[in-house]
């Protein structure tokens, strides 16, 4: 007995000592080619941030054409978007505002639950439910095009994709890892595409079209679909963007892939330890690393810059095509 407890006592000792021996690394670049300064000031601090736009603590949001708009947010309403010169506005409770660009409601309606993405086309509007509930409302009409109760999900990534308008088909990325294909003019549904069949954090990050082909992804896998067929990549997914005929998926360990449009992998890059908290592609690749570093590359991997940005990433961040939103800065990517 007395020979058992020893060996538990010696084990437990060297657990704890191997457990104050394992030190957390971080992302360490090589070199350091300069700073990135601050290009001007918010009117008040960034309060939260989203896929397809932000929010400061005054009230007034950020879209995803970089710009501070004078839109001033209801009290408790979360700003989700802007879509053709419209915005929309959610609350707790499910009351959805549609305003226009002279900050006047111009639809509102309550779901009565909390609303995780929305988008607008015309005068149809496209809902996610937080309880994975899909709707397509008339708002002309105030009537029901589609309902659908997809699977609950335990726990789901804070980076929801919006519902995405395809000329007559209205793409769902639901939290249960399908893209819901629906048509509009009837309300119907068209099919459902699996993409990932995880039972938490499940949800679709990532939702974009380029020509012919579609991309979704969730944490686990990225898909192509295009008339030629469905290409993936099962990956531990952080971010993905589209430059031209190019795919970058950013990986959990610190890879950028570059892909074509087949997804397939034409280069890789990786940067050890890094954890990327935004990205952005226009003529360049853009990544935002946590530790307080802008890395710049050409879109072939092939060129790098490492610039010093003012701190490390402990709040929210919004990141568009051309700017960096932080606290209550913003950096101009040139």
């Given at each position: 007995?007395?020979?058992?407890?020893?060996?538990?006592?010696?084990?437990?000792?060297?657990?704890?000592?191997?457990?104050?021996?394992?030190?957390?690394?971080?992302?360490?670049?090589?070199?350091?080619?300069?700073?990135?300064?601050?290009?001007?000031?918010?009117?008040?601090?960034?309060?939260?941030?989203?896929?397809?736009?932000?929010?400061?603590?005054?009230?007034?949001?950020?879209?995803?054409?970089?710009?501070?708009?004078?839109?001033?947010?209801?009290?408790g309403h979360s700003f989700l978007g802007e879509f053709n010169g419209r915005f929309i506005t959610a609350s707790p409770t499910g009351d959805i505002h549609v305003k226009n660009s002279d900050?006047?409601?111009?639809?509102?309606?309550?779901?009565?639950?909390?609303?995780?993405?929305?988008?607008?086309?015309?005068?149809?509007?496209?809902?996610?439910?937080?309880?994975?509930?899909?709707?397509?409302?008339?708002?002309?009409?105030?009537?029901?095009?589609?309902?659908?109760?997809?699977?609950?999900?335990?726990?789901?990534?804070?980076?929801?994709?919006?519902?995405?308008?395809?000329?007559?088909?209205?793409?769902?990325?639901?939290?249960?890892?399908?893209?819901?294909?629906?048509?509009?003019?009837?309300?119907?549904?068209?099919?459902?595409?699996?993409?990932?069949?995880?039972?938490?954090?499940?949800?679709?990050?990532?939702?974009?079209?380029?020509?012919?082909r579609m991309f979704a992804s969730t944490a686990k896998r990225i898909i192509g679909i295009s008339p030629g067929g469905i290409n993936y990549i099962d990956e531990e997914i952080k971010n993905?963007?589209?430059?031209?005929?190019?795919?970058?998926?950013?990986?959990?360990?610190?890879?950028?892939?570059?892909?074509?449009?087949?997804?397939?992998?034409?280069?890789?890059?990786?940067?050890?330890?890094?954890?990327?908290?935004?990205?952005?592609?226009?003529?360049?690749?853009?990544?935002?690393?946590?530790?307080?570093?802008?890395?710049k590359s050409d879109l072939e991997l092939k060129e790098f810059e490492v610039l010093k940005f003012p701190s490390k990433i402990d709040d929210f961040l919004f990141m568009t095509k051309d700017?960096?939103?932080?606290?209550?800065?913003?950096?101009?990517?040139?």
């Amino acid at each position: 007995m007395l020979k058992a407890v020893i060996s538990i006592s010696i084990l437990a000792l060297a657990l704890s000592l191997n457990g104050c021996g394992t030190k957390r690394q971080y992302f360490e670049p090589d070199s350091i080619s300069g700073r990135i300064k601050s290009s001007g000031s918010l009117s008040s601090n960034l309060k939260e941030a989203a896929k397809n736009g932000a929010s400061l603590q005054n009230g007034k949001i950020i879209t995803l054409k970089g710009e501070e708009n004078d839109i001033k947010l209801e009290k408790g309403h979360s700003f989700l978007g802007e879509f053709n010169g419209r915005f929309i506005t959610a609350s707790p409770t499910g009351d959805i505002h549609v305003k226009n660009s002279d900050d006047f409601t111009v639809y509102t309606l309550n779901l009565n639950t909390i609303i995780a993405s929305a988008s607008i086309d015309a005068q149809t509007l496209a809902v996610i439910a937080a309880d994975n509930t899909l709707y397509l409302i008339d708002m002309s009409s105030n009537s029901t095009l589609f309902q659908k109760k997809m699977d609950v999900m335990a726990a789901v990534d804070s980076r929801i994709a919006a519902p995405y308008f395809l000329g007559n088909l209205i793409i769902f990325p639901t939290l249960d890892g399908k893209l819901t294909i629906v048509d509009r003019s009837s309300g119907t549904l068209v099919r459902d595409v699996v993409i990932s069949s995880e039972r938490e954090f499940n949800n679709i990050i990532f939702l974009d079209v380029s020509g012919d082909r579609m991309f979704a992804s969730t944490a686990k896998r990225i898909i192509g679909i295009s008339p030629g067929g469905i290409n993936y990549i099962d990956e531990e997914i952080k971010n993905a963007v589209i430059a031209g005929d190019k795919v970058f998926v950013f990986t959990k360990d610190g890879r950028v892939l570059l892909c074509d449009l087949e997804l397939k992998v034409l280069s890789e890059k990786r940067f050890p330890f890094a954890i990327f908290a935004g990205v952005s592609a226009n003529e360049k690749l853009y990544i935002l690393e946590k530790m307080g570093y802008l890395i710049k590359s050409d879109l072939e991997l092939k060129e790098f810059e490492v610039l010093k940005f003012p701190s490390k990433i402990d709040d929210f961040l919004f990141m568009t095509k051309d700017k960096i939103f932080y606290q209550n800065n913003f950096y101009t990517l040139e």
